[in-house]
């Protein structure tokens, strides 16, 4: 959920920014080898994006999705089952696996692991991740990201009226 994550901050600067001297018609999402991968997936959610932002940089991004449909994991689990793997693999790591949550109490499992997910301070989970390798990358989910950037670039649906710089070092 990490792109609803930014097109939330990028609405609470739409209805604050003007508060600090800013103008909600020059916003600028910058981003950086991951977050660079987050925004040029902007380009690609018009259902999300759209009037959230009006320029997108992009430094060190992976472009490859953005280029061709062949699917390339640098910037995104290829499946819900492979992220489902890993966020299983990594809660365990961290005292929040199935093991640890109490299943025997009615209520969702996800919303117990979250929970205790929740209550892991940041240096566990960062050395948890680091060990894993594990990433924070976007998954085709059907929904919210329906599929591959060039796909919906292909079909038209681009966040129309937005700038792109990109680069890499």
């Known amino acids: 959920y ?3 994550d930014h097109a939330a901050a990028l609405k609470w600067v739409q209805n604050h920014i003007e508060a600090f001297g800013g103008d909600k018609n020059k916003v600028m999402f910058y981003g950086q080898s991951s977050g660079a991968n987050h925004a040029l997936w902007m380009l690609a959610l018009p259902d999300v994006f759209s009037g959230l932002l009006q320029r997108v940089a992009s430094h060190s991004a992976c472009t490859f999705p953005v280029y061709t449909s062949f699917p390339s994991d ?7 089952t492979e992220a489902k793997v890993k966020a299983v693999a990594f809660a365990a790591m961290v005292g929040c696996g199935p093991d640890k949550i109490n299943n025997t109490a009615n209520g969702d499992h996800d919303a117990r692991t979250r929970d205790c997910l929740r209550n892991k301070n940041t240096f566990d989970l960062g050395l948890a991740a680091s060990q894993l390798g594990a990433t924070a990358r976007p998954v085709i989910d059907g929904h919210i990201i329906p599929q591959l950037p060039y796909n919906q670039f ?16």
């Open 154 to 169: 292909e079909m038209g649906h681009i966040t129309k009226g937005v700038d792109l710089m990109i680069g890499h070092n």
């Open 2 to 4: 990490g792109l609803l």
């Open 74 to 80: 640098c910037d995104m689990e290829l499946s819900y």
